[in-house]
């Protein structure tokens, strides 16, 4: 079935450092969409890819749609404390259902 | 707050012991999901309905069990528990199929 690889799991930044994450899919999706869930707190929608290449951009973050539509990646510029929490990508295959599969995750930690 | 509910937020129960959570969608949308969160497996999609009808199983056990109500509230039961089925229960609902889905704020299941 579809899975939804992300690395690192796991990554500690200093405030001010950039902090990038990868989503690989093992399959094509029709489209990737990125949550964040705060220590505690439940996944809260970020934002969504759905052209192949496609780039998208809120404020600090930079969010990237592969060519073949099966990889993303999400890049934080400067992090800020406020950006601690786990970033999950969810894909979208085609077909009836739509299943959204949710990638592992990655929980960033930011020290002040 | 996202207008899913999910009731109730906490709940303590013995092994072998029957639950149902409860879930209300966001006014408006037809489609409900119900996500399984525990320390060690991530976002584990369970179950997916549209507009009363299932459109997608995931990772469900057998002991486990939902549906979507005429009025589009969802139930899911968890029987004969076991004490890895401790975990939180994240209820989602989106417009349609293919949207973005919104996530209630989970029922915290702890199994003694």
């Known amino acids: 079935g579809q899975q939804v690889m992300q690395i690192p799991q796991y990554q500690h930044v200093q405030e001010g450092e950039d902090f990038t994450t990868y989503c690989n899919s093992s399959t094509t999706l029709s489209n990737i969409q990125w949550y964040k869930q705060r220590p505690g707190g439940h996944p809260v929608f970020l934002i969504q890819l759905v052209k192949s290449g496609e780039v998208k951009k809120q404020k600090r973050l930079t969010f990237q749609f592969g060519e073949a539509k099966k990889n993303s990646s999400l890049h934080i510029t400067a992090t800020q404390t406020t950006d601690v929490g786990t970033y999950f990508c969810a894909g979208q295959g085609g077909g009836a259902t739509n299943k959204l599969i949710f990638g592992t995750g990655t929980l960033l930690a930011v020290q002040p | 707050d996202s207008g899913v509910t999910q009731t109730p937020k906490h709940l303590i129960t013995a092994t072998g012991q029957r639950v149902t959570l409860r879930c209300s969608p966001r006014s408006g949308d037809l489609s ?3 996500y399984q969160q525990s320390l060690d497996q991530g976002l584990q999609f369970l179950i997916q309905y549209y507009n009363g009808e299932e459109r997608a199983k995931g990772n469900i056990l057998e ?6 109500f005429p009025d589009l509230h969802s139930e899911l039961n968890l029987s004969s528990l076991e ?5 939180l229960y994240f209820c989602a609902s989106s417009r349609s199929l293919g949207n973005t889905i919104y996530f209630g704020e989970g029922s915290w299941l702890t199994v003694v």
């Open chain 2, 63 to 68: 002991r486990f069990s939902a549906q979507q």
């Open chain 2, 32 to 34: 409900v999901y119900w």
């Open chain 2, 83 to 87: 004490l890895g089925d401790s975990a």
